[in-house]
């Protein structure tokens, strides 16, 4: 199906015109070649993630061509490649692997002294309790920051992982050094489970280097059916000290470059996420009038019902590891995430189009039903089909509204 | 009480859920409405919506209601929901003197975005950890009075008072609704029980005549709202 669609709508995403040489494959290829035959991984998703390695193997990294191969998805089974592009894609990393080195440690020093001003001597092991974080000397800003950031890391979890005291310690750090240099939104809701999303990615990343090295495997072997996202509890205490502290700072910084097209999503009166609604609710227009038409009779407006969906750039709605694969293609997107999101909330919103009219005479359904959609089901195709969807409608509205605007 | 068919009731009430970010709105709901409680329930954006049928004098009542988000950043769209609601918990942390003393907001924010007439009940909520008290009995039970709001005690962890706190508004509504009201202002005898104030001022006509219901909206709704809906 994505494959179809791409043909069909190859204007977009070119695919990257280089023709690879055989010999500059790095090692992995072989590895693919003679991996077990899965069925879920097709030739071409091999295909793309011998091209990724690839491009990530140049000097230069070309950030057009990785964009355009990254759109593709990245396998789950190798996280460092993921973590990696996003870093890169979310212009953390330096494309200039020359510097790449040095740029990070600056940047990650910049970070750690910055928590350090505010977390002199929180050790990751301790409890977070107002009486530990909260001194006289704060400001009120300072000290409701905290109040509501100690809250809600109690309260974020994609995954076992985060109940431990490490994650949770470097959440809090994270939260609240981002609401410190960002006063004009400070700390909103929702935010926590952006940055939880990036620090699994990372966390996952070290956990399955780790795991590597002590079942001797190398770093190029892989497994296509592998999946390294399923992280236990004690995982992160295999994690050492110095590590912890790099994923804490790369997380800060994924998550502020992340934020910083989406600013207006959390300043006073959301207006970026009403924007991202207005836009969504335009595309339902097109693409299905009867169902806009039928939500806005019934008095339920997309806005009152995909305001999570947006605030949280959907990571309420699907479970982490399906979310990691939406947001393969939101990070991969060209433009910022404020174009392409109104496309994959328009699409989700269409899967349900059928079910929503038929609650015709029960609208209760319909605000249960949008609250808690039935996406645990979801399979990786499905995933696929909704972002084949959601690639497929910008094709259809964006090149026409370019087209109507000339 | 007794639950039968969903959609099979005599009356339908909404109740809006309020208070600030983290005193347990949405554990209230979840025990209420589905006997779960959850340390680690994730924190509510905009506003999340549950129902429950009970029974109350023989008659079948449909609660809807709406979870709200309390975080300040989320209070615009929010007050969007007030409207149309007959009763409001205003919840705090029986633990965190802040969320009491910021009750007065949440009251004033009723005021200007609910209908006048909405029926509200103080709770105080987190009652299982007695230890770490930060508000006295004595002290809400007092500011409820003084303000004419129902007044009642609970903990979502251990089910303390939570169905009874839904029920007891449920019941204040619908007797005032059904011209029943007694007015048992003496009746406060402890803090498991409700301790009802002075009925609420200028409570309108349609709260005396409730109509029995075919839709999902009461007359007054529909003479009020333009389009029809559950909300
Ligand atoms: N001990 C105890 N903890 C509770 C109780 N009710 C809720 N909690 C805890 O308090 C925290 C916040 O609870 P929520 O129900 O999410 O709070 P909320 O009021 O819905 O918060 P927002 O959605 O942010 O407005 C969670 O960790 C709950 O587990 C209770 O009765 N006793
Ligand atoms: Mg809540």
Known sequence: MLERIKGVFSKKKKPVEKKLEEDKIPEPEDDLNTSSTSQTFSNSEKRHYQKLCLLLSEPMI??????????????????????????????????????????????????????????????????????????????????????????????????????????????????????????????????????ATFMYIFLAEEIDRINRESEGRKSVDIDLEHNAYDLKLEDVDLIEEEKIQ??????????????????????????????????????????DKELMEFLEAADYVPSKFVYRWVNNILSREFNVQQLIMIWDKIIAEEEDITTYLPYVCAALLLKFSDCIKSYAERPEEVILLIQDLPTREWGNEDIKVLMAESYQLQCLYEFNSHLEEK | MTSRGEDEYDYLFKVVLIGDSGVGKSNL??????????????????????????????????????????????????????????????????TKMNTFTNVEKWLQELKTYADDNIVVMLVGNKTDLANLRAVKVEEAKGFAEKNELAFIETSALDSTNVVEAFE???????????????????????????????????????????????QASTEADKSKEKKKGCC
């Not at chain 1, 609240?176 to 929702?190: D, E, I, L, R």
């Not at chain 1, 790099?246 to 600013?263: G, M, S, V």
């Not at chain 2, 209070?75 to 609601?85: E, F, K, L, P, Q």
């Open chain 1, 62 to 195: 070309d950030l057009k061509k990785l964009r355009s191969e990254a759109w593709y998805g990245i396998p789950m089974c190798y996280p460092q490649i993921r973590s990696i592009v996003w870093k890169l894609l979310l212009g953390y990393y330096s494309p200039n692997q020359e510097f790449q080195e040095s740029s990070i440690s600056r940047k990650r020093e910049e970070y750690i002294d910055c928590s350090r001003s505010y977390f002199p001597n929180l050790a990751y092991s301790e409890d977070l309790t107002e009486t530990n974080l909260i001194s006289e000397d704060m400001s009120i800003y300072e000290v409701d920051s905290f109040k509501q950031i100690i809250i809600d890391v109690k309260r974020t979890h994609p995954g076992e992982a985060f109940s431990s005291k490490i994650s949770k310690s470097m959440l809090t750090r994270i939260l609240f050094v981002w609401a410190f240099k960002h006063p004009a939104s400070g700390y909103v809701q929702g935010i926590n489970d952006l940055a």
């Open chain 1, 246 to 287: 790099h994923i804490e700072a790369d997380t800060y910084w994924c998550l502020e470059n992340f934020l910083e097209t989406l600013q207006e999503n959390y300043t006073e009166h959301q207006p970026g996420v009403h924007k991202i609604i207005a836009r969504t609710e335009q595309i339902v227009m097109k693409k």
């Open chain 2, 29 to 94: 709901l979840s025990r209420f409405t589905k006997n779960e409680f959850n340390l680690e329930s994730k924190t509510t954006i905009g506003v999340e919506f549950a129902t429950k049928t009970i029974e109350c004098e023989d008659k079948v009542i449909k609660a809807q209601i709406w979870d709200t988000a309390g975080q300040e950043r989320y209070r615009a769209i929010t007050s969007a929901y007030y409207r149309g609601a007959v009763a409001a918990l205003l919840v705090y942390d029986i």
């Open chain 2, 168 to 214: 007891q508004i449920i019941q204040i509504y619908h007797q005032m609704g059904s011209e029943h009201i007694r007015q048992n202002d003496d009746d406060d005898d402890g803090d498991d029980k409700i301790t009802k104030g002075k009925p609420v001022e200028g409570i309108s006509s349609h709260l005396r005549n409730p109509v029995k219901l075919t």
